[in-house]
C-alpha cells in the first residue's frame, strides 16, 4: 500500500489503532451525553471515526499523494474532534478530567499524524522527478 513503512495490513499500523482506539474512548465516554443533545453526541463520535476512517481510506490507496491527502482528511477530522470536545466540556456535557484525557489523545494523535506527514513528504522530496510513471503533485510540494 501507499504507506512504504512495510506495513501490509491495516491493523498493523500504528497510527490508525491510535484513532480507533481514540475513537473508542469518545463512544465510551459520550455514552452519557445527556439525550437533550444527541446531535453534540453524533458529531462529536462521528469526528473521532472519521479521523481513523481516513486514516483506513489513505492507507488502501496505492498512490503517496492519496495517501498524504487522506492524513491531512484525517487532521482536520481530529481538529473537528477536539473543537466538540471543547465544546461539550464547556456546555458541562463532558467532565472537566473527561474532555481533559480525550483533549491530550487527540495532542498526542495530531503529533503522530504530524511527524508522518513530514516523513512521507521527505521521502517524496527524495524520490527523482525523472523517474518513470511518477507524476508531480501539489501534495509532494
Known sequence: MASGQGVKELENLGI???????ALQVYEETASVPVVEPELQAQ???AAGA???HIADGFGRYSRAEYLRALHQARGAL???RHYLHLA????Y??????G????ATMRLNGELHRTVTA??????????SEPGRRASAVDN
Open 16 to 22: 490508525w489503532r491510535r484513532a480507533y482506539e481514540l
Open 44 to 46: 462529536l463520535r462521528r
Open 51 to 53: 479521523v481513523g476512517g
Open 79 to 81: 481538529m473537528e474532534t
Open 89 to 92: 466540556r464547556a456546555l458541562d
Open 94 to 99: 463532558l467532565p472537566a478530567e473527561v474532555a
Open 101 to 104: 484525557r480525550l483533549l491530550d
Open 120 to 129: 512521507l513528504r521527505d521521502r517524496s522530496a527524495a524520490v527523482p522527478p
